[in-house]
């Protein structure tokens, strides 16, 4: 629960992470320039874990809708999901704009194994459409994913960033991945493998 010291509109995003997962109530928080009152918080993370937590919630349900991908795509919010997860690695000559390289040289990284799970479950849903993952591509997110991975601890996480690393470097499979026909025994064997990544600590 955000402690009583936070804004109204602080509270406001607890509350939309909450309940958000109706399509309305997204196209709400978009026409009202939520995002882009969001956003700029990642950037600079302050606050209880609580509230880091509503924030990226929201974003991430904000990424689940594929009629909102154009405005997030607008929004460039893929540089704002990354950064959290961003830090120091081995980072190869022109893969990131100078200022980001050394921002993250001194940077540490966001210290919840469950935040740095939503933020990449959110660019996994964003990379669902080809639009999406077009942008994903040529934003600076694959090489902070690489060396997120390398220092990654959290099994559950890294799975999902080497999910999310797959998609990226994949052949394209159609236009929209969430229509694709996935037949029931490869979901068993997806759910299974869920299953034991969760369970591993």
């Known amino acids: 629960m955000l402690e009583p010291c936070f804004s109204d509109f602080h509270s406001q995003v607890g509350l939309d992470s909450c309940n958000n997962q109706v399509s ?4 709400l928080l978009l026409d009202n320039k939520f995002l882009q009152r969001m ?9 209880t874990i609580g509230h880091l937590e509503a ?4 974003l991430r ?3 689940f809708e594929t009629d909102c991908a154009k405005d997030l795509i ?3 919010i893929a540089r704002y999901l990354i950064h959290p997860l961003a830090g120091p690695g081995e980072y190869r000559e022109h893969e990131l704009p100078e200022d980001l390289l050394m921002q993250y040289s001194s940077k540490t990284r966001e210290p919840s194994p469950a935040l740095r799970k939503m933020l990449v479950e959110a660019l996994i849903q ?3 459409t080809e639009e999406g993952r077009i942008y994903l591509r040529q934003a ?3 090489p902070v994913l690489r060396e997120t991975h390398k220092w990654e601890m959290d099994r559950p996480t890294a799975v999902a960033i080497n999910n999310l690393v797959t998609l990226l470097i994949g052949e394209e499979q159609g236009t929209n991945l969430k229509e694709l026909d996935i037949p029931s ?7 299974q493998w869920d299953k034991e990544d969760l369970a591993i600590k």
């Open 126 to 128: 964003l990379g669902a």
């Open 74 to 76: 607008e929004a460039d």
């Open 140 to 142: 600076p997110v694959y």
């Open 61 to 63: 349900n904000c990424c």
């Open 185 to 191: 025994e490869l979901q068993d064997q997806f759910a």
């Open 39 to 47: 956003l700029p918080l990642l950037l600079q993370p302050s606050g």
């Open 55 to 58: 924030i990226v919630g929201t």
């Open 24 to 27: 309305g109530c997204l196209r």
